[in-house]
């Protein structure tokens, strides 16, 4: 194991995000707090509670994962496809390093600046409403495992990616309406039950029902199935990620 | 003494269908500096690719010291070092972390002093702490041959290092070429400027669309193939060439003031200074001679142009 290359290419990354702060931490903060402007403080002065929980309380974990789940895929799609785009891959492909190496430092500095990324986000909502966490082991466990999840779909993107347009396609025409969706800002039990069934085959119910859970100890899909389709996901992304390297898919000639 | 790398059968047909690489063979000697050279899109770069493994070959295999560099990939990149032909740095790393992360990404630990050794043969100790975007073209080919080196390699492939750089790191190259060879390091280099090729390779090997041509020492080639010229200038004008000097390959100038004669570099000699007294012996005084020598160039020109 190239632990020396894995730790040279996580730092490399970290320190970009550091380079970029303002795009890759302020603005999605900033995003967060305008939803909560618009749709807690706006919408939740109409409806008060569901399944018993405030609000404005309510949509936090929503807002958590959307943050979580488009800012994975962007900061590690960004990570792999740059070099691919400007050349510098040359020097990966030539060093002594196993695509698992590779995934390694890719993608786990991808998920820590998610995470980091989300408990900023509870710690910004914290300040508008008072929050409490039932579970809070399950949800650093369903914080981890979205943010590598969703950093290793990313890496799939940025590697799959040949120009600049197709990092955003991903995002803006299946992850964000799936994210909305998805329950992060209602209940699906408030849906017509046709729309209910419909629902139940977007994967990111369960990652967010999940998490909430983890929150209010109140789902709306079982915890089990969430944990499971979790899983699963993170299971699917590795081998997508493994026959890519096992093939030299679009990084190699 | 074995190769150090062996490249055997290996053909790359790209994506696209187009064949770049025709069943190369080719054994590189330990240590010694070895010369690509071959016309735009002969597929010198593929083949190095192939050997670095950025490029996946489509048949036959390469050895780097009886390693597989696809089954023992990791044996193999490590003991190489690869500038490549194009300027591709990132743009807001500084000179000294972007060299010292390739040394890392070889596996290897952290020497702060060969850092610092390494950027000031290549005069970028000065700029260590610029951010890369705000150096010149031939200061990112530096930190481009400085991430190289950065893990020591036993073998260095130079794709085209002395493109669009000017004279003086022309000469600091090939000065630190000179030294790594002497230190025992195999390089393998690409240029166009044939004269560089000239002056520092021990073997030459041509390829001209996607087929090795030819791998030789560079004397034996210069002496197989190079040819030179005596050219007499004659006093007065000849009209015709005298009987006694039919039996050499002359040539009279149109205006009858020259003769021209063209003999292999490996030739002893001999028949120059017959020729010459076999000229005073036909009276004909002549007031200067001069010679030439084909440069590898030529030969270079020549053995591609017959292809064609
Ligand atoms: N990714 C690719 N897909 C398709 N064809 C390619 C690809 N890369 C290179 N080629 C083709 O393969 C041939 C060999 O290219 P290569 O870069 O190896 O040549 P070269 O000898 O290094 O040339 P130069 O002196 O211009 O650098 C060229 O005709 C080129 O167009
Ligand atoms: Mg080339």
Request: glycine share 8%.
């Amino acid at each position: 194991m190239n632990f020396r290359a894995v730790r040279a290419i996580y730092i490399f990354e970290m320190a970009r995000t550091l380079r970029t702060l303002l795009q890759s931490i302020i603005s999605p903060v900033i995003s967060t707090s305008l939803y909560f402007v618009v749709f807690g403080a706006a919408i939740g002065s109409r409806i008060s509670e569901i399944d018993g929980v405030k609000y404005g309380a309510f949509i936090v974990p929503g807002l958590i994962m959307l943050m979580l789940l488009t800012q994975s895929i962007a900061n590690a799609s960004f990570g792999i496809f740059f070099p691919k785009f400007s050349g510098t891959i040359y020097e990966l492909l030539s060093a002594p390093l196993s695509f698992v190496e590779m995934v390694l430092g890719f993608v786990g500095a991808a998920a820590t600046k998610s995470i980091i990324l989300g408990l900023i986000i509870l710690a910004t909502a914290s300040l508008f409403v008072p929050i409490t966490i039932v579970h809070p082991i399950f949800m650093l466990a369903f914080l981890i495992l979205t943010a590598v999840s969703f950093s290793l779909l990313g890496f799939i993107i940025g590697i799959w990616a040949d120009r600049f347009e197709k990092l955003q396609v991903v995002p803006l025409l299946l992850i964000t309406p799936l994210t909305f969706l998805g329950g992060s800002f209602y209940s699906i039990n408030i849906l017509p039950p046709v729309w209910r069934t419909v629902t139940l085959f977007n994967p990111v119910v369960y990652l967010i029902s999940g998490f909430r859970w983890s929150f209010f100890g109140k789902a709306d899909v079982n915890i089990g199935a969430s944990l499971g389709a979790t899983f699963l996901f993170l299971f699917v992304c590795l081998i997508v990620v493994w026959r890519m390297f096992a093939t030299g898919y679009r990084l190699k000639v | 003494m074995p190769p150090i790398i062996s490249v055997s059968n290996l053909s790359k047909t790209y994506a696209s269908g187009f064949c770049a690489l025709k069943n190369i063979n080719l054994d590189i000697r330990a240590g010694e500096i070895l010369a690509l050279l071959g016309p735009n899109g002969a597929g010198k770069t593929t083949l190095i690719g192939i050997i670095c493994g950025i490029v996946n070959p489509s048949e036959g295999r390469v050895s780097v010291e009886g390693h597989d560099i696809v089954k023992d990939y990791r044996v193999t990149r490590s003991m190489i070092g690869l500038v490549p032909q194009e300027l591709t740095t990132d743009a807001f790393e500084s000179v000294w972390s972007a060299v010292t992360f390739s040394r890392r990404l070889f596996g290897r630990r952290d020497d702060p002093a060969l850092i610092e050794r390494i950027l000031r043969d290549l005069s970028l100790f000065d700029k260590r702490n610029s951010e890369i975007r705000t150096l010149s073209g031939g200061m990112k080919r530096r930190i481009l041959i400085a991430k190289a080196l950065s893990h020591e390699p036993r073998i260095l492939f130079l794709d085209e290092p002395t493109a669009g750089v000017d004279i003086e790191l022309r000469k600091d190259m090939w000065q630190i070429v000179a030294s790594l060879r002497a230190s025992g390091v195999t390089i393998i280099l690409t240029t166009h400027y044939i004269e560089e090729a000239e002056a520092i390779a021990d073997r030459i090997g041509i390829i001209d669309k996607g087929e090795l041509i030819l791998v030789e020492d560079k004397t034996v080639l210069m002496q197989k193939l190079g040819k030179k010229q005596l050219i007499v200038h004659l006093r007065e004008k000849l009209e015709a060439l005298p009987s006694n000097l039919a039996v050499y390959d002359l040539v009279l100038a149109e205006d009858g003031r020259s003769l021209t004669y063209t003999y292999t570099t490996g030739h002893d000699g001999r028949s120059v200074m017959a020729l010459l007294e076999d000229i005073a012996a036909a009276a004909i005084e002549f007031s200067d001679i001069t010679t030439r020598e084909s440069r590898l160039e030529d030969i270079f020109v020549q053995l591609v142009r017959q292809r064609k």
